[in-house]
């Protein structure tokens, strides 16, 4: 399936180098589920490649136990891209980001990116495989 960044034919763009198909899902305070919410940035590293592009970052963001949260500040998800360089797209201006940002947060609304249990790189709790399993063959 092609990148929403095609669709939007936005010049000057770039894709991001995070797997879409594996975004990792964290459940919010107010009950709902995050798994692509993000902020647009300006690179402000003149060591970057990408110095005054605007970046598209991920909030659902990892923290020092390697846990997933959402980063609603967006201050850990901007250093976290200047260590590590994890980004969404990379774009001439903020209203190109912000587009892109809306199309995907669109598209996972959708399921656009849901992936089958079978081909997840996700931990599965073995109850739920087991029990799960056990309703597909009608057995107890």
């Known amino acids: 399936m092609d990148s929403p960044l095609k669709a939007l ?7 991001g180098n995070l797997n879409l198909w594996t975004r990792p899902r964290v459940k919010n305070p107010d009950g709902s589920l995050s798994t692509v919410s993000s ?3 300006q690179d402000e ?5 990408h110095f005054g592009k605007e970046i598209l970052v991920p909030q ?5 136990t390697g846990k997933y949260y959402t980063d609603t500040k967006g201050d850990a998800a901007r250093q976290r891209y200047y260590r590590t360089g994890e980004q969404l ?3 001439d201006t903020p209203a190109e980001s912000d587009r892109y940002g809306a ?4 598209d996972y609304e959708r399921g656009q990116y849901d992936v089958p249990l079978a081909t997840s790189r996700r931990a599965v709790d073995p109850t739920q495989l087991g029990a799960a399993l056990r309703a597909l063959l009608g057995t107890r």
């Open 45 to 49: 590293d003149p060591n970057s490649p």
């Open 89 to 91: 797209g990379v774009f």
């Open 9 to 15: 034919n936005v010049a000057g763009s770039q894709g």
């Open 103 to 106: 199309q995907l947060h669109h």
């Open 60 to 64: 659902v963001i990892p923290d020092a």
């Open 39 to 41: 902020m647009g940035m």
